[in-house]
């Protein structure tokens, strides 16, 4: 296996998620899957823009933007090294009454394989964790804000 994926339904609208993805520099105080983010370019985030990413038992990592859509509500990234490359993309939906937030990681390249299988298990447990922080942050800024 090489692609993972993993869905999340939150209730509430997109319009309350989407913004809370894309600001990259807030990730860790929702998820404890990023400990530190450092921004290497100024302004938001666009096609091009890299930010620095500090993971727990991860070597520290440059991803750059690779595709970002503010109107479909989606952004994909990259780290790229030799022999490896690994894409994760983020998107957010309409979903019943509320939002569907899909996060995903695609390993490509010579090692790419081997890299997947070795990180299986802590790749699903780094996206169960986002997703679960994700719907709770924004499900929080929800019941705030009512």
């Known amino acids: 296996m090489k ?4 869905a999340v339904e939150i209730h509430a609208p997109p319009g309350r998620v989407w913004p809370v993805l894309l600001d990259v520099a807030r990730w860790p105080e929702w998820t404890p899957t990023v400990t530190s983010v450092h921004r290497l370019d100024p302004g938001p985030l666009a096609v091009g823009s890299r930010t620095r990413l500090i993971q727990p038992k991860l070597e520290p990592a440059v991803w750059k933007v690779t595709e970002l859509d503010e109107l479909a509500h ?14 994760a993309r983020h998107q957010v939906e309409w ?15 010579l090692i790419g394989r081997i890299m997947a299988r070795q990180l299986r298990d802590l790749n699903w447990d780094y996206l169960a964790a986002e997703a679960e922080g994700l719907k709770r942050h924004c499900e929080l800024q929800e019941l705030l804000s009512l």
Do not use: M, Q
Request: glycine content about 12%; some cysteine.
């Open 3 to 6: 692609d993972f994926r993993i």
């Open 74 to 87: 989606n952004f994909t990234w990259a780290v790229r090294g030799i022999g490896i490359s690994v894409t």
């Open 95 to 109: 979903f019943k009454n509320g939002t569907c937030a899909t996060l995903s990681l695609k390993y490509s390249g």
